[in-house]
């Protein structure tokens, strides 16, 4: 079993900054990717920037060049940088984390609210 927890959200106005943070614990020795997805309301769950072996970041469209995925050196944490926030990135955003083994893992959500 993997243990994800998330952190960092809030009210933010538009174009400010966030950092989320994930801290995953418990079984972390297969996991193969770490990422972050956000769900706004009425909307389906989508991928926003996800890690892989700590080296291959993969970004949505819609965030390049704004959001920066990144890892600590341990690969079991993993953070999402958020510049030039918009209210269309308001959501509640996951934790995920891939597990070759065992699945995959989903935190709570945090929930970010960009104000116009």
């Not at 998330?6 to 174009?15: H, I």
């Not at 994930?22 to 009425?42: E, H, K, L, T, V």
């Not at 918009?86 to 065992?102: E, F, I, L, S």
Request: proline residues 2%; negative net charge; hydrophobic residues 35%.
């Amino acid at each position: 079993q993997v243990q994800l927890v998330e952190s960092g959200g809030g009210l933010v106005q538009n174009g400010d900054s966030l950092r989320l943070s994930c801290d995953a614990s418990g079984n972390i020795f297969n996991i193969a990717s770490m990422g972050w997805y956000r769900q706004a309301p009425g909307e389906q769950r989508e991928l926003v920037a996800v890690i892989v072996r700590g080296t291959e970041m993969h970004y949505a469209d819609s965030v390049k060049g704004r959001f920066t995925i990144s890892t600590n050196n341990a690969n079991n944490s993993v953070y999402l940088q958020m510049n030039s926030l918009n209210p269309d990135d308001t959501g509640v955003y996951y934790c995920n984390a891939v597990d070759v083994r065992h699945g995959i893992y989903w935190g709570q959500g945090t929930q970010v609210t960009v104000s116009s």
